[in-house]
């Protein structure tokens, strides 16, 4: 991600999706329960899912439904068994997709990626194809209005991050993934609250794409892949020309 008007257009197009399926709930209580599962359910020592939380509460996302998704990570509750997949693929002009996804139907989530990849000129590939050209990082988006760069910089690296990109409108924060938490807790003791914090396959080179009609069709793409039930995130490495996007 790079340019305000990528970041900008990117997160209204999130927030569109997920106000026409409501699907920020299901998203994110997939995300809670899986941390809760993974890393215990006391958000005092488990920053990931003390950062899920707050955006949680960001989205207004009710007080219930938030306990709910945390118990059923912790067994408290019976809840679906989730399993967590990642898919990888080829989409227009030859750019590479990785697609994240928390299911408890193994057998539809492949069905769906599978065939949104065939129906929007792209293919699916095999595993381990696409991976090599994406690192999996932490990654912090904040918003330029909640602090400056020399002040950010000073805060994450002796937590641990790699890079700080100034992007204009925001600023990226990457860091490895041994080093998420610290990161997360420094903003936090900081009083800076990210925009998005996640664990993010990041491209490690990008595609400029300055047509038109390409452009349409990676993001008819990418919109049909962010749009099905079992699809968390979507991944890929293509760098759409700011003027295209608005």
Partial sequence: MSGHSKWATTKRHKAAIDAKKGKIFSSISKDLT???????GDPSSNARLRMLIAKAKTANMP????????????????????????????????????VEVT????????????????KNGGNLAAPGALQFNFTKQGQFLIGADKTNEDALMEIV??????????NGDYFEILC?????????????KAGIEPDEAELAWIPNSETPITDPE?????VKLTEALEDLEDVQNVYSNEDIDDSLLD
Avoid: C, H, W
């Fill in 157 to 166: 690296l002796e937590a641990g991050a790699d890079d700080i990109r100034n």
């Fill in 34 to 40: 899986m941390a809760a599962r993974e890393g215990g």
């Fill in 176 to 188: 490895p993934i041994a080093n998420f938490t610290a990161v997360g807790e420094a903003l936090e």
């Fill in 63 to 98: 007080a219930d439904n938030v306990d709910r998704a945390i118990k059923k990570g912790t067994g408290e509750l019976p809840g679906m068994v989730y399993e967590q997949l990642l898919y990888e693929g080829y989409g227009p002009g030859g750019i590479g997709i990785i």
């Fill in 214 to 218: 390409l452009a349409k069709k990676i």
């Fill in 103 to 118: 299911t408890d139907n193994k057998n539809r989530a492949a069905s769906d990626v599978r065939s949104t990849f065939t």
